[in-house]
């Protein structure tokens, strides 16, 4: 059976997530029913990353195997077109060799949370970003996010429901920059825990504000516990950015 390399694009906000489950739709659910609809069986599409319910993707990558090998423009635009009315698109497809899997093949992951720092309400990125009205400072949250760059335990920073069997983790590079009203964090490593991304954003924002300091970002970590983190940032603002492969 011909395997083929996905690259998605979807808007988070309708979604339980990612993966399929019981409580509603997922994106995965979506992209399984438009390959049915496309080739008439079921078959089952592996995402690289599983992203929570409302959280965005510009480059997730995903792996199917079909019955049939397909022209590849026409396996993108046949799928498109039975995934309609829902946010979901496939960008790009590519065939890859059957050793090729999405999740365990993948080197590195690339995030972005964006912050919109104004008083005023959101319009065109309602659901897009988080909306911050108290006016941050993104030098001071860049110095303290470097504190989280490296291999640590980041036990802080994870859910209490996350699956990984260990909270210890290489985050390869962490930055933040402002253009005009819009923050923009973006967070690179092989991988990352459950709601590692949004717990480092919702922490540097209390740095952004003067609540906290970048020698408290360095206690909660050593800490090690879910209870020295800041507040978790909504799901609104993050985006699964690109996903790396030797």
Known sequence: MPRYKLTIEY???????????????SVQHVLEAG????????????????????VHALGQVAHVDLPNETALDTLRDAVNAHMRPHPVAIIAVEKV???FEARFSATRRHYMYRIINRRAPLTLDRGQAWLVHKPLDADAMH????VLVGNHDF??????????????KTVDEISVARYADEIEITCRARSFLHNQVRSF??????????????????????????????????????YLLQVDYD
């Open 35 to 54: 390959f049915k609809g496309f080739c008439g069986e079921d078959v089952k599409v592996n995402g690289a990353g599983r992203t929570d319910a409302g």
């Open 97 to 99: 060799p059957d050793t």
């Open 11 to 25: 808007d988070g906000a309708p979604f339980v997530g990612w993966q399929a489950q019981a409580n509603g739709l």
């Open 201 to 238: 954003v919702g922490t540097l924002k209390m740095v952004g504000e003067g609540k906290w300091t970048k020698r408290q970002v360095e206690k909660a970590l050593a800490a090690r516990d879910r209870a020295a983190c800041g507040p978790v940032a909504p799901p609104d603002g993050l």
């Open 155 to 168: 036990t802080t920073f994870r859910s209490v429901q996350c699956q990984a069997k260990s909270p210890i």
């Open 143 to 146: 110095a303290a996010a470097q």
